[in-house]
């Protein structure tokens, strides 16, 4: 089989993992822009912007993998100075066609501040029609995830291509309602195969995205492949397998 894993920091994980998934027949990756500590100034993501669609995926093409870019400013990644200096650099990014999407946006604790830089971001996303991937944190998340749902209303965003990731198997069935697709991400701490597989047996197929959300974390590069297999021991059939672990993905972000 073959998958896509939806949501990765995989810039910060070495070239074996990258082996390891290409083996497993993961085909390509959605590489979302992450800096692990709170930068200092601008440089640091529009530097990480450039190591993402510059060099990543040339080291990922090496090994068989494809990448879709998300470049953006993730709530927890604010700098304290020159936030108009990256988000130009976010569009100018895209003028480029070297990202196809927002992401990692979103909110962290909600504050003023990062709904504030998160609808800027929403704009230039929505001006250059590319999928948006939301964060939702580990803390507050039914009230974090309520309170993009009324961003996404009144900024009057095309849900069609919005991910809100990190989801709890409660929040599935909110965002597919309003019709925005739902991010799984299989790690400790978050979801598990079993829980996918309760999803789908509960939900269906269409708008579910299962990631890693590999990073500098505890995470697993082959969540993807693994959630598969689950999947189908679980007797659920190939063809929704295939829709959650590599069709749905691979028609949002355009591999």
């Known amino acids: 089989m073959r998958f896509i894993d939806s949501h990765t920091h995989i810039y910060l994980r070495g070239i074996q993992d990258v082996e390891a998934m290409s ?32 060099d990543e995926p040339k080291r990922l093409r090496s090994c068989g993998v494809k990448a879709a870019i998300a470049v953006g400013i993730h709530p927890r990644c604010i700098p304290p100075i020159g936030v108009a200096d990256v988000l130009q650099d976010i569009s100018t990014i895209f003028e480029s066609g070297k990202a196809s999407a927002l992401g990692e946006v ?99 197929t269409e708008g579910i995205l299962v990631n890693s959300d590999l990073s500098n974390v505890i995470s697993d590069p082959l969540a993807v492949p693994k959630v598969a297999r689950e999947m189908i021991e679980a007797g659920i059939n190939k063809a929704d397998v295939e829709r959650v672990t590599y069709l749905n993905a691979k028609n949002i972000f355009k591999f």
């Open 23 to 54: 083996a497993a027949g993961v085909e390509g990756v959605v590489i979302c822009s992450y800096f692990p500590v709170k930068p200092t100034g601008p440089a640091t993501l529009i530097d990480l912007h450039r190591w993402l669609t510059d």
């Open 106 to 204: 979103g909110l962290e604790t909600a504050s003023s501040e990062e709904v504030e830089i998160l609808i800027k971001q929403m704009a230039i996303a929505d001006r250059y029609n590319v999928p948006m991937i939301f964060h939702t944190p580990r803390q507050n998340k039914n009230y974090v995830f309520d309170k993009l749902l009324k961003l996404l209303q009144d900024q009057k965003i095309d849900v069609d291509k919005v991910i809100i990731d990190h989801l709890t198997v409660e929040l599935v069935p909110k965002a597919r309602e309003i019709g925005a697709n739902a991010g799984i991400t299989v790690q400790p701490g978050k979801m598990t195969e079993k829980d996918v597989v309760s999803i789908v047996s509960s939900y269906g």
